[in-house]
């Protein structure tokens, strides 16, 4: 998470025996007929790496010093009734068999529960998802997950002492936390755990009875299923709230947050954790960073908040949140990078035979993500570098050599003395391959690249540098004020958890989808909805009172005759004799929307006025 002030505290090794290496091979995107093996997301920062921002920071923010020795092995010793075996898929656990008369109760009516750390919690609120101990980027404190190779136990009412004491076993400055999730409307193949430890298989949704302790949830999953936060004590939940407060990226406002011991104290005994049987539970489960989801997130983000800069940065937001119009599409396809953006976002790779600019652009946003599957520890300019020096030395068209030769050293030069001014480079380079990858040398944030402006950037090559940024950095490093509204967090991790599940072909599905948060843009430029005189009246109000004068237009009819003006340091006084009608008010669209096309954007409270007057909420 992003620390507000400067971490530089060494993360924590991550906890053994959690992470599966994946074997895929990078491919050369100069064969055209060569499609991307692994889905193209996640991102870091250039001077403040991902793992700087979210895992370094959350040791130092406590002022505890990180534990550098393997975490260490529960041990609890096994029920006496004997061990529990796992039951194949297809077969009631013997626990259900001997209950199968009982009172039968639907899943999403009941309270299913996540024990961890607060900690841990706060990675996962910034990651925007649930995940196992391979999302961490080394900072995982061992909880009911460590042994569960990529799936999340959920606890049905109440969570056992041995599951709370996993979560705080590594650290004494460690707090349990229980999460309360809402399973209504998640489908999918599960895992079932009984009271006495015996898993079947399953798929959600499904009727359990009164046996059933514990599901096991395929990660990642989104934390917009998350309905409350609950702490034992009062100082567990205030040391939580305060480091929260040291992180950019965690907005606590719309969480339920409580103190209570109900979670903490099962009502029946319950065998945990699981013994004899975890190799068959997690036999062909691989447990990994979100890098897929992560990149997506930044990407969609990045791309919400540049679209009131123009309709065609609209455009593109709309065609990657699956939204998109054919007008749209036919926008996006003039450019040959912009083009391959919807098939990126759908599948992590751009549509076979596309052209080389538009496979190395791509192949840019894969790299980052192949990086982050591996646990790279190189910086994201390495990572583009040593991906584009690779690239130049497959390359055998000669029209593409010699510019690509000097895009990289251009890039290399920009750390140095010779690089040339900003105007300079864009001379040289043109194009939404060269200029987004000399952005990405030249600006650090994606804060920064929405504040930039130059006479020379089209939006073409602005959108791929938003792309480029957001998918650099993921969700988990964007700072709250990118992750604002709350309509538009739901909506992202939502997209995130649908790229996690193919990515790791997780068969699980949320049925219930966010609506799509509608920039104030697309709001306002609607050419289909005419403004009624309420509604330019109440624009009107809103954009006097801001200031925005030069949005408002009066006009006032005067009847036929003879007028008296008075001009004085005060202005102009029109004297009538007569009636005269009140000046017809209203906004100048046009006016409006290059005022909203500026960042830092309007206030939340002015965009949520303008946004009633139009009859939306965002």
Not at 168 to 196: F, K, M, W, Y
Not at 385 to 395: E, K, M, R, Y
Not at 488 to 506: D, G, T
Request: net charge negative.
């Amino acid at each position: 998470m992003i620390p507000r002030k400067t971490a530089t505290s060494r993360a924590k090794p991550p906890a053994k025996g959690t992470r599966k290496k994946s074997t895929s091979r990078q491919p050369d995107l100069l064969e055209a007929s060569a499609p991307a093996e692994l889905p193209e997301s996640d991102a870091e920062m250039p001077s403040e790496s991902l793992g700087n921002e979210v895992g370094q920071s959350l040791g130092s923010a406590t002022g505890h010093p990180e534990s550098t020795a393997p975490p260490s092995q529960h041990s609890t010793t096994p029920p006496a009734s004997g061990e529990p075996g796992f039951v194949p898929p297809g077969k009631l656990a013997p626990s259900d068999a001997a209950a199968s008369g009982g009172v039968r109760m639907d899943t999403a009516s009941q309270t299913w529960l996540l024990a961890t750390n607060h900690l841990n919690l706060l990675h996962m609120l910034a990651a925007g998802m649930a995940m196992g101990p391979a999302g961490f980027a080394g900072k995982y404190y061992r909880d009911p997950s460590g042994e569960l190779s990529g799936l999340v136990p959920l606890f049905r009412d109440g969570v056992p002492e041995a599951a709370i004491q996993q979560a705080v076993s590594e650290q004494t400055h460690l707090r349990p936390c229980i999460a309360e999730i809402d399973l209504t409307g998640l489908s999918g193949q599960v895992h079932v755990v009984s009271r006495n430890g015996e898993v079947s298989s399953g798929a959600l949704p499904l009727h359990i009875d009164s046996e059933v302790s514990a599901l096991l949830v395929g990660a990642p999953l989104p934390m917009t299923l998350v309905k409350r936060l609950v702490f034992r004590l009062p100082t567990d939940r205030k040391e939580f709230e305060a480091s929260a407060h040291s992180f950019a990226n965690i907005d606590l406002t719309d969480l339920s947050i409580e103190t209570s011991e109900q979670f903490f104290c099962p009502e029946h005994p319950v065998v945990w954790p699981l013994h004899g049987q975890l190799e068959d539970v997690t036999r062909d489960r691989i447990d990994q960073p979100s890098a897929r989801g992560e990149a997506v997130g930044g990407c969609l983000a990045m791309l919400y908040h540049l679209a009131n800069r123009s309709d065609r940065c609209c455009s593109a937001y709309r065609v990657a949140s699956g939204a998109g119009t054919s007008d749209d599409y036919v926008a996006l396809q003039q450019d040959a990078v912009l083009a391959e953006l919807a098939s990126w976002v759908e599948s992590g790779q751009p549509r076979p035979g596309s052209p080389v600019q538009a496979r190395l652009f791509w192949g840019v946003a894969e790299a980052f993500v192949t990086a982050s599957l591996s646990g790279s520890a190189e910086s994201p300019l390495d990572v583009v570098l040593g991906f584009l020096d690779g690239q130049l030395a497959a390359l055998q068209d000669a029209r593409y050599r010699p510019r690509l030769e000097q895009l990289i050293s251009d890039m290399r030069s920009t750390f140095g003395l010779g690089g040339g001014t900003i105007s300079q480079l864009f001379e040289r380079h043109k194009g939404t391959l060269s200029r987004p990858l000399l952005l990405f040398c030249l600006r650090e944030h994606c804060v920064d690249l929405l504040e930039f402006q130059h006479p020379s950037l089209n939006d073409e090559e602005l959108i791929a540098a938003a792309v480029l940024f957001g998918v650099r950095d993921g969700w988990i490093a964007l700072p709250v004020e990118l992750r604002t509204s709350k309509a538009l967090s739901q909506f992202v991790e939502q997209k995130m958890f649908e790229a996690e599940c193919n990515q790791r072909s997780v068969r699980l599905s949320l049925d219930k989808t966010p609506i799509r948060p509608v920039p104030l843009r697309e709001l306002l430029n609607d050419r289909g909805s005419v403004w009624s005189e309420s509604r330019n009246a109440s624009l009107a109000r809103i954009a006097s009172r801001i200031g925005w004068q030069d949005c408002v237009v009066s006009r006032i009819r005067l009847p036929q005759g003879q007028y008296r003006l008075n001009i004085s340091d005060d202005g102009i006084e029109v004297v009538v004799r007569g009636d005269v009608r009140p000046p017809d008010v209203e906004i100048d669209r046009g006016g409006l929307l290059k005022k909203i096309s500026q960042w830092p954007p309007v206030l939340r409270d002015v965009e949520n006025e303008v946004r009633s007057a139009l009859g939306s909420r965002d």
